[in-house]
T-cell receptor, first 114, second 110 residues
Framework: NAGVTQTPKFQVLKTGQSMTLQCAQD?????MSWYRQDPGMGLRLIHY???????DQGEVPNGYNVSRSTTEDFPLRLLSAAPSQTSVYFC?????????????FGAGTRLSVL | ELKVEQNPLFLSMQEGKNYTIYCNYS?????LYWYRQDPGKSLESLFV?????AVKQEGRLMASLDTKARLSTLHITAAVHDLSATYFC??????????FGTGTRLKVLA
């Protein structure tokens, strides 16, 4: 059981380049989220999804796009990377019921934008 | 807009001592979560607090929730070096939208 898998683990981009951070979960969780973690600022919610076909904005959505075509996958797209998007990105999934909405996190993607 | 504040941001303590981390939030919520993050690693769940007065304990850590005061505490008893990590609280706003605090970086000195 892999849990939440994020790829790549590390990425360096030049300003203006685009890329997609991948996130997949194999726990059949309904809810998935993307966060960014910056020093001294904790985790900030970028976008989240409550099910396939449904997404919503979090605290810091500008510059990022998401889609949720399947329950398993929740990719995060940077359309035109900026140095301010240098950060560590975490994907998480959760479900209701016995799990009581506990979030399970991926290992993270370290992104540097030059 | 929900704001979640933790204090202290940094905590250096001696082994064997007790201390409390505080998590305050600005709007009504009945669900609060505590997570632990080791340096360079991901986050793992510690506690889920789902109602006013909820108290959960695991080893040397005990978490409580007072929804009327909009306050959660994470109490550390007789700290050991293995507890050195960053601790985050997260509050659920509405449904499945989680807002995190800035984290408390704990260092336990031998």
């Amino acid at each position: 059981n892999a849990g939440v898998t994020q790829t790549p683990k590390f990425q360096v981009l030049k300003t203006g380049q685009s890329m997609t951070l991948q996130c997949a979960q194999d726990m059949n969780h309904e809810y998935m989220s993307w966060y960014r973690q910056d020093p001294g600022m904790g985790l900030r919610l970028i976008h989240y999804s409550v099910g396939a076909g449904i997404t919503d904005q979090g605290e810091v959505p500008n510059g990022y796009n998401v889609s949720r075509s399947t329950t398993e996958d929740f990719p995060l797209r940077l359309l035109s990377a900026a140095p301010s998007q240098t950060s560590v990105y975490f994907c998480a999934s959760s479900d209701s019921g016995l799990a009581k909405n506990i979030q399970y996190f991926g290992a993270g993607t370290r992104l540097s934008v030059l | 807009e929900l704001k979640v504040e933790q204090n202290p941001l940094f905590l250096s303590m001696q082994e064997g001592k007790n201390y409390t981390i505080y998590c305050n939030y600005s709007t009504t919520s009945d669900r609060l979560y505590w997570y632990r993050q080791d340096p360079g690693k991901s986050l793992e769940s510690l506690f889920v607090l789902l109602s006013n007065g909820a108290v959960k304990q695991e080893g040397r850590l005990m978490a409580s929730l007072d929804t009327k005061a909009r306050l959660s505490t994470l109490h550390i008893t007789a700290a050991v070096h293995d507890l050195s990590a960053t601790y985050f609280c997260a509050v659920e706003q509405g449904t499945y939208k989680y807002i995190f605090g800035t984290g408390t970086r704990l260092k336990v000195l031998a």
